[in-house]
């Protein structure tokens, strides 16, 4: 059963959030990053892009650059900007998109449930990625980013939510970049922080959603400090990571498209003939991708496809037979196309390492996907219906792996709201 705990959150005064919080690391680059930041020296990307502070060019990866997270990180709290609270409680953070809002509880989770499988992954991590982040987590000896998880929908905790939603926030602003609203609570009631621990409890497993390496890296480094001393007992703070944990049934995942750089060596023509053998392909003319346009067409339901090709947008859907029900893996869009159409007629094998292949997250929309097609810079686009969260979970506890780039959380996590110290 799942193990949590409630901690000292370092977090931003109410009047500096705005100016703190940030994008997570990974879904932009440096030179992105140095812009979003410009002259404000309390952005959180000096801490979690601490890069930014040396001249362009600057490795993310150079030994200084970690020191310099450091130094940051100490310089926010030297100067109140950042600020731990004196009561171990839970917290909760509301995100809305589109008139949606998915409310998250921010706990510890527990290093142990994740090495033994309670925390259960659904993508494979790259080691060097992994190493990247246990060196943000060492030299900091802290969790600066959360973690996205998911768990079986529970009416309890879901009415303990809402009571405390109903209440005025701690933070509540639109981020600039994403356009989506933010809010933050504080669990600090010691009956409703035993009610979120216990509800806990009785879970047998969470789902990673997002973060495998930054729930990789936080779990291997706790596993690190257990060894490490010698007079370990279970109790102390770095036995737990920072995690975001929403309903399943509240999360919106969004479609993952492919972009490719050619055809294989075969004409339209011969490429159009070989989808046939697997798929009914229905041309459906060159539309611009406006909103509510016919012509620009979304994949509707599962094992349906969207084709754009030499200005040209076709319907695909998958012949009877060419999947498995009963295959949790098998019965994925992600893994229909990347066997029948990517592997067995364009010859990519390894979508993790093929340059002749891209990937556009949903939020970019099916005009992203014309853009690159009709610019030249990509030769055809493949749209594909989102994978479930139900899906996800069913992968997981069946200890298989997805395919590469098959899921794109939206909204994502915002940093800089709350950080988990692993030491006193």
Known sequence: MAVIKPFRGIRPPRELVEKIESRPYDVLNSEEAREEAGDNEMSLYHIIKPEIDFPAGTSEYDPLVYKKAAE????????????????EQYYIYAQTMNGKTQYGLVVGAFVDDYLSGVIKKHELTRRDKEEDRMKH???????IEPVFFAYPDNSVLDSLIMRYAATEPVYDFIAPVDGFRHQFWIISDDADILTVTAEFAKMPALYIADGHHRSAAAALVGAEKQQQNPEHTGKEEYNYFMAVCFQASQLTILDYNRVVKDLNGMSPEEFLSALQVNFTVTPLGGGQCAAGGMECYKPARLHEFSLYLDGQWYKLAAKDGTYDDSDPIGVLDVDISSRLILDAILGIKDLRSDKRIDFVGGLRGLGELKRRVDSGEMRMALALYPVSMQQIMDI???GKIMPPKATWFEPKLRSGLIIHKLGD
């Open 72 to 87: 940051n990180f100490r310089k926010f709290q030297d100067n109140g900007w950042l600020r731990q609270d004196d009561k």
């Open 137 to 143: 987590v060492r030299v900091n000896d802290a969790n």
């Open 396 to 398: 997981a506890d069946s």
